[in-house]
């Protein structure tokens, strides 16, 4: 990364930091398809072209799940990121209200241009004594001491993602391996899922090791150092059982999550939006590994039943109290457990049997601490829609509108500000 000085004005000298080449940034101009554009973010300022503009519905960015909701007076924009002079594979979506027109100019641009109140032109630091650097034709002033610090930032992000990339490997190996001999009378559907898992993790794997090349360090690949740095651990296959494969895939998969989940924070610290969007992505596909491999090895559970006090149903004085249903109800009410949390019967859409947690469907409740949330509704309507990572709900004919009607009441309630006409429309 090439980081430079500027000024704004012959008579302030201010420092700002910019990959090359320069950009002249127009604060006023209108930003359209083609142009190239300039956004802020806390490990500095970035810039891409512009590819695509959405006005109305949801731009969607490629290579990730991250999605943008599109206004006509704030439209969402898709930009592929450029590094230096170079387009790169990356994109990602921002409000057109938090970007900034730029162009790129090259050297005899520059000195041809004249500043006016809408431009601000990059140059050299008032009196600054460097000489400046060509770079693929662009002018360059760089700071080395600037430019070392820059370096250091993403050494965090850069370690996180070798750490990924060796849990990664190994756990692709496992499940390629797991793939091939699992045995047993489930055979085809295991086959067919750890099939799935292993090459959605083939294909995380080459991205991952481009993204620590954007970082100017070496991705590694010598398996003897995957091995040493890899977390999860390979070892002889013990067992063709199915359940006892899912199991070991299930907690090597948490493992995986974790290291996503530090690529995501180190990444975020520095702003690296298109990692972000990538690694999203990935972490939600993980999220759905983690749904499918525990649903497959668990045992259904069924309510357990409380054995009753033999003090209940007695007042203070010793009276009995047996007609009070509305304990004894309490004390024997049903419930489901999902995510090694309990939930009772109304944190559910469809309940078509009470007293049986087996046939309840689509959870409104994120916990029974917080109950409804956006996040928690958004499943729903997706189980009713085209389906929430696969899955769509499958509801008698019959009960399909009083389920739309209780899932559109918590619509209601977790967004506030919002009408019934804003509601999804596989609600109305």
Request: net charge negative; hydrophobic share 35%.
């Amino acid at each position: 990364m090439d980081i430079f000085e500027s000024r704004q004005s012959p008579t302030i000298n201010t420092q700002m930091y910019f990959m090359n080449p320069v950009p002249v940034i127009k604060e006023k101009a209108p930003i359209k398809k083609g142009d190239m554009v300039r956004w802020n973010s806390s490990g500095g300022p970035a810039y891409g072209k512009v590819v695509h503009i959405m006005k109305e519905g949801v731009l969607g960015v490629p290579d990730s799940k991250f999605k943008i909701n599109a206004k006509p007076d704030d439209p969402a924009v898709l930009i592929q990121i450029y590094r230096g002079a170079k387009e790169t594979d990356v994109f990602v979506g921002h409000k057109m209200s938090t970007l900034k027109l730029a162009s790129m100019r090259k050297e005899a641009d520059i000195t041809k241009a004249q500043p006016d109140m809408g431009e601000v032109h990059v140059d050299a630091p008032l009196g600054s004594k460097k000489k400046p650097k060509m770079v693929n034709g662009y002018e360059i002033y760089v700071d080395e001491e600037m430019l070392a610090k820059a370096s250091m930032q993403y050494m965090p992000l850069v370690n996180s993602l070798k750490q990924w990339l060796s849990d990664l490997t190994a756990f692709y190996l496992k499940a390629h391996g797991y793939h091939w001999n699992v045995e047993g009378d489930d055979f085809p559907q295991y086959h067919k899922l750890f099939g799935k898992i292993y090459s959605s993790a083939y294909n995380e794997v080459d991205p991952t090791g481009e993204f620590i090349r954007v970082y100017d360090e070496y991705a590694p690949s010598d398996m003897n150092i995957f091995l040493a740095q890899a977390k999860i651990k390979s070892k002889p296959l013990s067992s063709t059982d199915p359940v006892s494969m899912a199991t070991d895939l299930y907690n090597d998969n948490k493992i995986l999550i974790m290291d996503l989940k530090d690529v995501f924070n180190n990444g975020n610290t520095i702003n690296e939006q298109g990692l972000l969007n990538f690694i999203a992505g990935v972490i939600q596909e993980h999220q759905n590994f983690e749904y499918q491999l525990r649903s497959s090895i668990k045992q259904v559970e069924e309510p357990e039943i409380a054995t009753p006090n033999e003090n209940i149903g007695m007042n203070a004085e010793g009276m009995n109290m047996s007609n009070d249903m509305g304990m004894m109800n309490d004390m024997y009410k049903a419930m489901k457990t999902e995510g090694g949390e309990q939930f009772p019967a109304e944190a559910f859409a469809y309940v078509p049997d009470p007293k049986m947690p087996s046939t309840w469907k689509l959870r409104l409740w994120d916990s029974p601490s917080e109950k409804e949330t956006p996040r928690q509704i958004g499943y729903a309507i997706a189980a009713l829609g085209k389906g929430y990572r696969g899955n769509k709900v499958e509801l008698p004919s019959d009960a399909v509108a009083g389920v739309k009607a209780k899932v559109l009441a918590a619509w209601k309630k977790t967004h506030p500000d919002m009408t019934e006409a804003d509601a999804p429309s596989v609600l109305k």
